[in-house]
């Protein structure tokens, strides 16, 4: 009985005073530091810079530290709570809510996860992507920053949704982009790379070393050969598709499709998913390396090669197969 009150006392006051607080002071927050870039496309180099890596360092262990300690914590107690019937009774159809976006996600599972919070049929949830990419603030993929977001039931518009996605965006990542970064790596090709790491792995260092893979391979003339936009290709062709993130098969490297990056050379036209900050910080940060392919083992390994033999030979050596 004890457990059921205080989550109870916590529906009915924690939880709305933190999101109000959210609302309320998110523009009061002190600005975020400017992203760090040092790799050059002219130039087709990668600077190594001890103080961006300890800016990365401090970056990324943040990051994992936020997963295990009490905001997350907060922020997962919320949820949990949020979701319970009798909270839901309580917080009735105005009530306030949250709804999380992962890391990842397509806009469509974006716009589904409002749907589902704030009850809109398909209709209306075909209606926000649409006005997404007509009415102001225009908002495309690659945009939707992952995180957990304040809601408010019915009295939310999907304009009042369009509206708080941007100012998320603006404050995690335009703001953060300067001119001169925005002139050495353009801020839709650094989201396109980012999207692409987001999918390829979670682990922020290897994001890094994939970030400079791809962009090893950009300055070879190499196809990107990335088998997330296959999946994301392979799911936009197919209008019944019951997976935004269908497993590729080997036939999937002929779909036509400017995303097929087995198929087209250079980066697919747009980011393929939303990714989180650690992915734009790793495109525009990426390891040096001699690497051009790359693979994960059965057990989640992380392998690199310099050359298509060295690659081979390891995934015969992994998967028992390979040419």
């Not at 939880?15 to 309320?24: G, H, N, R, S």
């Not at 090709?189 to 391979?217: C, F, H, Q, V, Y």
Request: aromatic content about 10%; hydrophobic content about 40%.
């Amino acid at each position: 009985m004890v457990v059921v009150t205080l989550a109870l006392a916590l529906a009915l006051f924690s939880l709305p005073t933190v999101i109000a607080v959210d609302l309320k002071f998110a523009r009061l927050e002190p600005p975020k530091p400017a992203f760090p870039v040092t790799v050059n496309p002219r130039t087709q180099t990668i600077i190594e810079d001890p103080e961006v890596e300890a800016f990365l360092d401090t970056h990324n262990t943040s990051l994992q530290a936020s997963v295990n300690q009490a905001g997350n914590f907060l922020t997962k107690l919320a949820l949990f709570i949020s979701s319970l019937p009798v909270y839901q009774t309580l917080a009735g159809a105005n009530g306030t809510g949250l709804v999380e976006i992962k890391a990842g996600y397509r806009e469509e599972e974006v716009a589904a996860v409002f749907a589902r919070e704030l009850g809109w049929n398909s209709a209306q949830k075909t209606v926000f992507l649409r006005q997404l990419k007509v009415a102001d603030p225009i908002m495309n993929e690659g945009e939707f920053v992952p995180g957990v977001y304040p809601v408010r039931g019915l009295l939310m518009t999907p304009g009042d949704v369009q509206i708080m996605l941007n100012e998320r965006f603006l404050r995690e990542i335009r703001n953060r982009y300067s001119t001169t970064t925005e002139r050495q790596v353009p801020l839709a090709d650094a989201l396109t790379i980012a999207s692409m790491l987001e999918k390829e792995t979670k682990d922020p260092e290897e994001m890094r070393i994939i970030s400079g893979i791809i962009w090893n391979r950009l300055w070879i003339g190499m196809k990107l050969q990335i088998d997330a936009t296959l999946q994301y290709a392979k799911a936009t062709n197919d209008p019944n598709t019951k997976s935004w993130w269908p497993p590729p098969v080997p036939k999937d490297k002929y779909i036509k499709s400017p995303y097929n990056t087995y198929q087209n050379k250079g980066l697919p036209p747009g980011p393929i998913s939303n990714p989180s900050t650690a992915a734009v910080l790793a495109a525009l940060n990426p390891k040096k390396t001699d690497c051009i392919f790359y693979f994960h083992d059965s057990r989640g390994v992380f392998h690199c090669t310099e050359t298509y033999k060295q690659h081979v030979t390891l995934l015969r050596k992994y998967y028992g197969q390979g040419k």
